[in-house]
Nanobody, 131 residues
Framework: QLQLVESGGGLVQPGGSLRLSCQTAGFTLDYYGIAWFRQAPGKERQWVSCISNTHHGTTNYADPVKGRFTISKDNAKNMVYLDMNSLKPEDTGVYYC???????????????????????WGQGTQVAVSS
């Protein structure tokens, strides 16, 4: 059974940093893309970043986090990370990791920026940016 479990959320002051982790189980990151989404209170879920299949994958970022967030993965440990720097109050929300099947490929596929292709989701971890 495919499982994703997020951790690393918490309360941080503006300008601070956090590292979110997504522990995966039941599948190999060589064949799946992993995305981070977030949902602020009263707002729709928003795509944040994704990393695609193969050993290294390709990465993509939403404009509001470009240059501040970095997504990475360790296929051997079945882990995906989201390093968040220069955090702003508008980064507050519940952060979810999700898995998209991309299959085997020699060249990394492009991971989706939409929620639809992601069939497996974690339970979320809360991030609060406030002074």
């Amino acid at each position: 059974q495919l499982q994703l479990v997020e951790s690393g959320g918490g309360l941080v002051q503006p300008g601070g940093s956090l590292r979110l982790s997504c522990q995966t189980a039941g599948f190999t990151l060589d064949y799946y893309g992993i995305a981070w989404f977030r949902q602020a209170p009263g707002k729709e879920r928003q795509w944040v970043s994704c990393i695609s299949n193969t050993h290294h994958g390709t990465t993509n970022y939403a404009d509001p986090v470009k240059g501040r967030f970095t997504i990475s993965k360790d296929n051997a440990k079945n882990m995906v990370y989201l390093d968040m720097n220069s955090l702003k109050p508008e980064d507050t929300g519940v952060y979810y990791c999700a898995a998209e099947y991309l299959g085997f490929s020699i060249v990394p596929a492009v991971c989706s920026i939409f929620a639809g292709p992601y069939n497996y989701w974690g339970q979320g971890t809360q991030v609060a940016v406030s002074s």
